[in-house]
């Protein structure tokens, strides 16, 4: 069972080995070979259906695998075992681009949904929550003097604002890795740009990410390394600084031209 102790020495916070996923006669993943280091940003790219969800999904214990293997923290894991819950347990979240808030609700108790702070009675630790939740928005995020505060409401805030939240939850319960789902889809410029900031936060803190984003400018800028999908196989691997923004994007073009022309 993997090893959920932050102080042991490892290299890599998650490791696939010739994973593959098919759903009956389709093959969504083929031989993937993926490690993901501490304190790294990972961009993950590729065209719709190129298998960037069921990556995530077989990584997160929504999805098991067809075959191959995964290592957390260098220790294999028992997919026999392996659920959303543990994965929770082994310190990963996701960042999902559609809603994950309550908008209703306060912003402490959007922190704590479903891990609250209780005494022994069981009663929840309101005031316990609050400070914390104030904690993070001002230390973690940087939510100084813009008025928001722990009882601010989801609904008051923008876009980037909301994911901000989200991340800052993921941070705030030790999370090792935090897989991010387009965080940017949708956002004004303005918007994206504080979420680009709160993603830096990720790796400033020591952590690794996942990043998946159709936006080759905005990964292109963020990640340390690029892995670039293509029909459920891994084609690429590259550092942003051996390749232009430009020539990623012809890359990725021809990706798509040798697709089509296999499919004619």
């Known amino acids: 069972m993997a090893d959920t102790n932050p102080n042991r020495t490892y290299e890599h916070i998650v490791r696939a080995d010739k994973l593959s996923v098919a759903f009956g006669k389709v093959r969504a993943l083929s031989d993937i070979d993926l490690a993901i280091g501490r304190n790294e940003i990972v961009g993950l790219i590729g065209d719709n259906g190129a298998g960037k969800s069921t990556l995530i999904k077989t990584l997160t214990g929504v999805i098991p695998p067809t075959s191959g293997h995964l290592f957390i923290r260098d220790q294999p894991v028992d997919w026999a075992n392996f659920s959303v819950r543990r994965a929770h347990d082994l310190r990963f979240e996701t960042v999902y681009q ?39 928005l001002q230390r973690q995020l940087g939510f100084r003097g813009v008025g928001i505060d722990a009882d601010s409401t989801v609904a008051k805030l923008s876009g980037g604002e909301r994911q901000g939240i989200a991340i800052g939850r993921a941070m705030h319960f030790d999370a090792d890795l ?26 400033a803190s020591g952590r690794a990410a996942i990043y998946i984003e159709h936006n080759l400018a905005h990964v292109h800028a963020l990640a340390d390394r690029l892995v ?3 029909r459920g196989r891994i084609v690429a691997n590259i550092r942003p600084a051996d390749m232009s923004l430009a020539d990623l994007t012809l890359f990725l073009i021809d990706l798509q031209k040798t697709k089509i022309g296999a499919a004619a």
């Open 98 to 136: 559609e809603k994950s808030l309550g908008e209703k609700q306060p912003l402490w108790r959007n922190f704590f949904v479903g891990r609250q702070i209780t005494n022994r009675f069981g009663f929840i630790k309101v005031r316990e929550q609050r400070r914390i939740a104030n904690e993070i």
């Open 178 to 203: 935090i897989i991010l789902d387009e965080p940017t889809t949708a956002l004004a410029i303005k918007e994206v740009q504080k979420v680009l900031d709160f993603v830096r936060r990720i790796k």
């Open 228 to 230: 670039v999908l293509d």
